[in-house]
């Protein structure tokens, strides 16, 4: 396969992802979209890393997983505080959570 059709590929993934964090409402699908933004972004860094022989890219796209592990871990702890506290997931309902 040939660069140009990962990089397609991973600029597709990228934009349903941010089109994800931008229209949707609910909790759960931003941290979804926000999970195919990052795998959008390890599609690249292991498609340049083959491209060039070396392995720095790949090892970047491990940190990638374990950042990514950690953010849904605490991405889903703040939505259930939400959904405990509001009784709804709605993104729209957390400003009046302040203070």
Request: glycine share 8%; net charge neutral.
């Amino acid at each position: 396969m040939l660069l140009n059709q990962f990089l397609i590929l991973s600029a597709v993934l990228f934009a349903i992802g941010v089109y994800g964090v931008i229209a949707r409402r609910n909790g759960v699908a931003v941290l979804m979209s926000i999970e195919l933004i990052l795998n959008a972004v390890n599609i690249n860094l292991v498609a340049f890393s083959a491209m060039t022989g070396t392995l720095a890219g790949q090892v970047f796209a491990l940190f990638v997983i374990a950042i990514a592990a950690a953010e849904v871990g605490v991405g889903l702890a703040i939505v259930l505080v939400i959904y405990r506290n509001r009784r709804s997931i709605d993104l729209d309902e957390v400003d009046l959570m302040r203070g």
